[in-house]
Nanobody
Framework: QVQLVESGGGLVQPGESLRLSCAAS????????MAWVRQAPGKGLEWISD????????YYADSVKGRFTISRDNAKNTLYLQMNSLKSEDTAVYYC????????????WGQGTRVTVSS
């Protein structure tokens, strides 16, 4: 039973930072690429970032490049998203997702954690 549980969301002001976590269980975490995807109010899903199984290769959407950092701790079965210099347009529900097989298509999602950036 695959389970992904996001945490760390909240209300922050523009320019502040936040770190999201995703606790994974029910599969061999270290064998799978993982991703963060978000959904802003009234918008569709937006892919944010991807990290390969070992953590050595990462990719970012242009909208977050240079501000967000994806990482993972395979020993703790945990995925992270460090978000710096937050903007109002970063307001969204953030989901972690398990890649089916290094194809950037995802078969399991967490429940999401809400991030609100507002002054």
């Amino acid at each position: 039973q695959v389970q992904l549980v996001e945490s760390g969301g909240g209300l922050v002001q523009p320019g502040e930072s936040l770190r999201l976590s995703c606790a994974a269980s029910g599969f061999t975490f270290s064998s799978y690429d993982m991703a963060w995807v978000r959904q802003a109010p009234g918008k569709g899903l937006e892919w944010i970032s991807d990290i390969n199984s070992s953590g050595g290769i990462t990719y970012y959407a242009d909208s977050v490049k240079g501000r967000f950092t994806i990482s993972r701790d395979n020993a703790k079965n945990t995925l992270y998203l460090q978000m710096n210099s937050l903007k109002s347009e970063d307001t969204a529900v953030y989901y972690c997702a398990k890649d089916i097989g290094s194809v950037m298509e995802y078969d399991y999602w967490g429940q999401g954690t809400r991030v609100t950036v507002s002054s």
